[in-house]
């Protein structure tokens, strides 16, 4: 598994334990004071958030093959 790979994975756990802190937040919130607007804007958070973790992972999945063909390219040109 590639460093960067490995890195994808502990940005994934993070975001789920984040996710699951922010579950935890709207759902105490509702129950303390059922304030709707705060509430609405822990949701609004949670869902950047997910929009950002999906697009680092396409981010980073792209640079990683880009990497992958350069060092290809890189033994290629060694070899001959």
């Keep these: ?3 960067i790979e490995q890195a994808l ?3 994934g756990k993070a975001v789920s334990r984040l996710e699951a802190v922010g579950q935890d937040r709207i759902s105490a919130s509702a129950e303390d004071t059922a304030d709707a607007a705060a509430i609405a804007h822990l949701s609004a958070e949670l869902a950047a ?3 950002n973790y999906e ?3 396409l981010t980073s999945q ?3 093959g880009r990497i992958d ?3 290809g ?5 060694l070899e001959s």
Excluded: K
């Excluded at 390219?73 to 040109?77: K, P, T």
């Design 9 to 11: 994975q502990r940005l």
């Design 62 to 64: 792209q640079a990683s």
């Design 49 to 51: 958030m997910r929009s």
């Design 73 to 77: 390219r890189l033994r290629a040109v």
């Design 69 to 71: 063909a350069a060092i």
């Design 1 to 3: 598994m590639t460093r």
């Design 55 to 57: 697009s680092l992972q």
